[in-house]
């Protein structure tokens, strides 16, 4: 009975440790699971401080690069400091210079021998004390106003109306501002990039020059007249001689008073030609236009130097229109001059062969042109420039031809342009030279000689 009772007793133990265990097991259980959802918890935020960890590094990488970028930036910026600096530097030297410049350039300008006006968009911008002193203005009463709003003062007047009625923009002409005063009026634009910005207008003055030209003039004139008379005695009276007038002579005076004749004959051409030069100079060349056959100017005018052309053993040549032309309006004694001294030329240095003239008439220009060729001995390129100048010969006609004054083409080309025409040539050394010039039908009488 003990027994059973102590194994009852066991069993109840064992029964109340069974259950024991079983609760324990529960419990263990229960932490079992609080612990793995702890875990599960702590695994995900391990994983929430790792990804934050990431995001710090790329955030700390980029505040890095930025940081470079900031360093490499201000490196950047302290070396464009220095360079701005520098230029800053170079801007004040040249602003500097600019200003030494401009200074010098006003010196030159105050100190121009010559008036000086600069019109931009027609006002006056410069205005030298040489300007002041031609017009009897001050700079300050006429900077920055337009030259046409000054035209009442009687020295301006005058350049505004050359101003108005020149149509080049680079000019240069003599112009009278009133009171013996003449002045050389020159010109130019001013351009930057092809853009005219204005006009510089220079005013050289010439009144004593054109005092001295017209005292010059009047001396060559007035001797030339004096000239004449006793030479025309002298070339009569040697006439005289030499057709018998005065009694039988012999040969050899016969050759003396000859080569006399030829001389004083010489010195009659150079008076002649001096008068014309001077009558030239003076404006009053041309007196009495009327209406003529071209072709028979040409003949008339080649008339008076056909003897002295076959004695050289030279020919004419005409080429002369077959149809009806216009009559040319000229001043014919003076067309003739100027005809003849451009076959004379042709005449003296052509040593054989012919000479070629011919007329040809354009209806569309109302225009004839005249083509005097050669075979002669040409124009030197480096003279060509002066050949239309005073008293020029060049050296090749000088050793060919010794005689001569060099005022020929001269008054040739003086008496063409007085009839509104053009003259011109063409010309190689050693194979002879072509004369041309153009003579407008209808004329134009009375044009001043420049």
């Known amino acids: ?3 059973k009772e102590e194994l009852q007793a066991i069993i109840t133990e064992l029964d109340r440790t069974i259950k024991m265990l079983v609760r324990r097991d529960f419990e263990l259980s229960g932490i079992k699971e609080k612990r793995e959802v702890e875990l599960k918890e702590l695994d995900h935020i391990a ?36 360079a701005l600096l520098n230029i800053l530097e170079d801007v004040e030297e040249e602003k500097k210079r600019a ?11 105050k100190s121009f021998a010559d008036g000086l006006l600069l019109l931009e968009e027609e006002k006056i911008t410069i205005f030298n004390p040489k300007a002041e002193e031609i017009f009897g203005l001050k700079e300050e009463e006429v900077k920055e106003k337009t030259i046409w709003s000054l035209k009442e003062n009687k020295r301006i007047a005058p350049l505004t109306v050359l101003l108005k009625t020149e149509k080049n923009r680079i000019f240069r002409k003599e112009l009278s501002l009133g009171e013996g005063l003449i002045v050389e009026v020159s010109t130019t634009a001013v351009l930057r990039k092809g853009k005219e910005l204005g006009n510089i207008v220079i005013l050289h003055d010439i009144t004593r020059e054109k005092f ?10 007035i001797a030339a007249h004096q000239l004449r008379t006793p030479l025309s005695a002298v070339k009569w009276i040697l006439k005289m001689f030499l057709d018998g007038d005065m009694g ?38 041309l007196q009495k236009m009327e209406k003529y056959e071209m072709a ?15 004695k050289r053993g030279l020919s004419f040549n005409y080429i002369l229109p077959s149809k009806k032309m216009p009559k040319v309006s000229i001043d014919k004694e003076k067309i003739i001059i100027a005809i003849q001294n451009i076959i004379e030329n042709a005449v003296s240095y052509t040593k054989s062969g012919g000479i070629d003239i011919s007329v040809d008439y354009t209806p569309l220009q109302n225009e004839f042109m005249v083509r005097v060729q050669d075979t002669g001995i040409g124009i030197p390129e480096n003279q060509k420039v002066r050949i239309f100048s005073r008293f020029f010969r060049g050296g ?6 010794t005689e001569g004054t060099g005022l020929g083409l001269f008054i040739a080309k003086n008496i063409i342009e007085a009839h509104n025409g053009k003259i011109w040539f063409d010309s190689q050394e050693g194979y002879g030279t072509t004369f041309y010039f153009t003579l407008p039908a209808d004329g134009i009488a009375g044009k001043k000689f420049k």
Request: proline content about 0%; overall charge negative.
């Open 248 to 285: 039988q002579i012999s040969e050899t005076q016969s050759q003396f008073l000859q080569k006399t004749y030829d001389s004083n004959e010489r010195m009659i051409n150079l008076v002649n030609d001096l008068l014309s030069v001077a009558r030239i100079e003076e404006g009053r060349f």
């Open 212 to 221: 001295i030209e017209r005292m010059k003039t009047e001396f060559v004139s």
């Open 99 to 109: 200003e030494d410049e401009k200074n010098k350039t006003e010196t030159i300008i």
């Open 396 to 401: 090749i006609a000088v050793k060919t031809e």
């Open 1 to 3: 009975m003990q027994e």
């Open 296 to 310: 028979d100017i040409i003949l008339e005018a080649v008339g008076a130097l056909k003897e002295t052309a076959e």
């Open 47 to 82: 994983k929430l401080f790792i990804r934050r960890d990431l995001e710090l590094t790329q955030i700390r990488e980029k505040r890095e690069n930025e940081f470079q970028k900031l360093e490499e930036r201000t490196k950047e910026l302290e070396e464009s400091k220095k």
